[in-house]
Each structure stands twice: as C-alpha cells, then as structure tokens.
C-alpha cells in the first residue's frame, strides 16, 4: 500500500518552521493533496488527517494502533510523570484518581471564588476604559487556576505566575537547550516552578485543615491499590492542570469576546436571555444549565476557534486509513481545527453561527464531528472545569459590561501556543449603567 502523499521538506528539521510559523500550514497542504498527507515536523515523519472519519479511526484505537505523543519540547517541559505523557493502565488509573477534582461536587465548590475573582478583575477592566485585553485575561485565567487548583490568591502577581509565563511559551519550540533559546529558558523555568509547587505541597501536607481546591483533593486521593500520588508525581500533575487551566481558557475566553464584539446581534440575544435570571443573586450550577443559547455561543467559539488544533499520536502498530499505509514508527496528527471547517458537517463553516448548535441541529451530529476537547480515553479531563470557568464569565460579563473593538488593529490570529489575535485584542470597556 502506498504511503500518503507530501513532502518531507528539509533535511533535519522537515517543515518544522512552516509548521510553526504558517497558520495555514494544513489548509494549504490538504488543498495540495487532498485529506491525507506526510511531512516531517518536530523531528518525526508525520501524517495529517482531518475530518470525522479520521478522528474516528484515531480516537477509537488509542493503544491499539497509536499511543499518545507530543513534541520533544513538550515531552521536556511537562516532565515524564505527567498524566499528559502516561499511557495505558496507568494512564487510566492516574485519570480516575484526577477525576475527583472535577467531579460535579467539586465544579459547585468552585462557583463563589470563581465568580470573585471575575468581579474584581470586571472592576479593575472598567477602570482602565482602554486596555489590551488578552494579557489580563491571560492573569484572569492564572489567577482563577491558581486560586481554585492550589490555593494561591492573585497567582498572576507571584513568583509561580511569572516562571509559568516563560515556561508556557517553550512547549512548543525547537528543543534546543541553550541559556539563551526560548526552550533554554523555558526549562529553566520548569525547575523553579517545580521547587514553588514543592513548597506548596510539603505547606498543604503539614496542615490538616481541608482547603477547598483541587489539591487538597489530589493529597488525600487514593487508587484501587491504596496508593497515593508521590511528591514528584504531585508537582508534574499540579504543573499539567495548571497549563490546562490557564493556557487553552485564555483563548477560549478572548475568542468568545471577540466574536460577540463582531456580532452584536448574537451579543443582543445572550443578553435577552440573561434578563431571566435575578442579577443580584450569585450564580449557581443550576442557572447555568439553564442558559441554553449562551451554551450554543460557546460551542461554536469552540468551532471556529478551536484553542488546541490538534492530537499527535505515536504509531505502535502499522495501520491503513484513506487507502494509504501509515507505517509503525510515525506520528499521525489528527487535526480539530480542519475538522470545524468541514462544509459538509458545517455549512459556511467560516461564519459565526450558534444556532448550528440547536437542540434540533445538534441531535444529528455524527461523533468525533466536534472535538474542541478532543475525544476517546483521552478526552480532556478538565472539560466540565474550562465549561464552567467559560459560562461563568460569559454571563457576568455580559450581564455587567460593554466592550467596542479598537479601530485599526489586527485581529489576525497567532495560532501557536494557542489562538489568540496579534495585536492582543485592544477593546474600549465600561460597566453598563442601566440593569438587565
């Protein structure tokens, strides 16, 4: 059977740098060759499939085919005993022992900071009248990660938040670990995170009283065997969770905001919807549920905007798909991004439209069709976390404030680490004055 179609590019690096540099590396590639085709990034021989089908076939045979895989950059930084990194039963094992941080009784006991922190930060926005938005919703997000993931108030303005910065932007780079590269520096950073966590933990483990984050979950988690995370264990986790909870919400959040001030007809109808609920009282797992077409909203900036744009995966075992062989040894990039923009599942696919996702519309979606969270035994496990955080802002922002693009800016997105527009999103912002 024959191999994909593509080109290997240069010797050594391949197309890495397109990769890295093009947002529209895969677009034009599959216009060139057709669903399938090879390359070589990040070192390794590389297939790019896009579209239902191929989530199919590469969600469903997780260890069967393929394993997961990242970028040698992203191996280093998230470090070997991350969940991110594990496979099989351990994998599965280490994702139940997660999991109880959240579950739905977890996610309620999250609500009240979460909406605290987004009150202060909506204040300290109002304030400033003009700002750019995407490095303070960038604090915003780090701030809610830290406060409800390891207990820290204001975690943009630590020692922790400022390493994180530097370590978030090596993940995906050229491994090349030298003082003054941007891995280099990342991996420095690595190490001071991890010796802040320690602190963190070894404080947490000497008091006995419960605090209400994820980490005073994960201490007291325990297997079906009895045994609990490590130390070191506990720091790659924290440290996973941390980048889940911050880096990928940020561009969900400023993609939502940017669209609602491209459309403010849709801006119009979430804000009908909110006059059903009391403004005055705080906001409950119970109100949310109930705001339907703010979640239709969500799930098509999700769509359009996806803030990862892709899975790698490892081949264990040589595998067909599309009529060629993708052979054992290579990854296979399937990709989230093409699949949104597949005009057959989603007509005029470039335009924003939540109604695609009405109860009607939405009953016939074929699976893995949508997958901004990707899917199988490795869909992402903060999912219900990065909904809520997403819904709670959604409303009290637009309950609450106003927001005008500034003219003249680029809102082209930078699609490395994650989506988010060039010129970081420059907005005029006010609270409203009259209530819904």
Not at 233 to 250: M, R
Not at 344 to 349: M, S
Not at 356 to 374: H, I, L, M, Q, T
Request: glycine share 6%.
């Amino acid at each position: 059977m024959a191999l994909p179609p593509g080109s290997f590019g240069f010797p050594l690096i391949g197309d890495t740098l397109n990769f890295l540099r093009d947002s529209q590396f895969a677009k034009k590639r599959h216009q060139q060759y057709g669903p399938i085709f090879k390359t070589s990034i990040l070192g390794q021989p590389t297939v790019f499939v896009s579209g239902q089908e191929a989530n199919l076939f590469v969600l469903s045979n997780e260890n069967q085919y393929f394993v997961v895989s990242w970028p040698p950059s992203t191996k280093a930084l998230l470090g070997p005993l991350s969940l991110a990194l594990q496979t099989g039963s351990e994998h599965q094992n280490r994702r139940k022992l997660l999991y109880q941080a959240f579950q739905p009784r977890a996610l309620a006991g999250y609500i009240g900071a979460m909406e605290d922190i987004t009150q202060r930060y909506l204040e300290k926005w109002a304030k400033m009248e003009t700002l750019t938005w995407y490095p303070e919703l960038r604090n915003y997000t780090f701030d809610v990660a830290a406060k409800l993931l390891v207990g820290i108030d204001a975690g943009a303005d630590t020692a922790l938040g400022h390493y994180f910065e530097t370590w978030c932007s090596g993940l995906f780079s050229i491994p090349l670990d030298l003082p003054w590269t941007t891995f280099g520096k990342a991996k420095k950073c690595r190490k001071l995170l991890l010796s802040e966590l320690e602190k963190i933990i070894r404080d947490r483990q000497q008091d006995m009283r419960e605090g209400n984050d994820a980490l005073s979950l994960l201490i007291c988690a325990i297997d079906d065997d009895g045994n609990c995370l490590s130390l070191e264990e506990l720091k790659d986790q924290v440290l996973l969770l941390l980048f889940a909870g911050h880096e990928t919400l940020t561009s969900a959040i400023a993609s939502f905001c940017l669209l609602l001030a491209q459309n403010p007809d849709v801006t119009a109808k979430v804000r009908a919807e909110q006059q059903q609920f009391p403004a005055t009282e705080p906001l409950t797992l119970e109100q949310l549920k109930q705001m339907t077409y703010l979640e239709q909203v969500l799930r098509e900036v999700l769509r359009l905007v996806p803030p990862v744009g892709g899975g790698f995966r490892q081949v264990i075992k040589a595998c067909s798909f599309g009529g060629y062989e993708i052979p054992q040894g290579w990854s296979v990039l399937y990709e989230i991004n093409q699949t949104h923009q597949d005009s057959a599942v989603y007509p005029d696919p470039d335009r924003f439209d939540p109604d695609r996702f009405d109860r009607e519309r939405s009953a016939n979606a074929k699976p893995f069709s949508y997958v901004p969270f990707g899917g199988g035994l490795r869909e992402c496990l903060g999912k219900e976390f990065a909904r809520l955080e997403m819904k709670l802002f959604a409303a009290k922002i637009v309950r609450e404030c106003k927001w005008e693009l500034v003219p003249g800016q680029d809102l082209n997105l930078i699609r490395v680490p994650t989506p988010h527009p060039r010129d970081g999103l420059r907005v005029n912002f006010r609270r409203k004055i009259t209530s819904l």
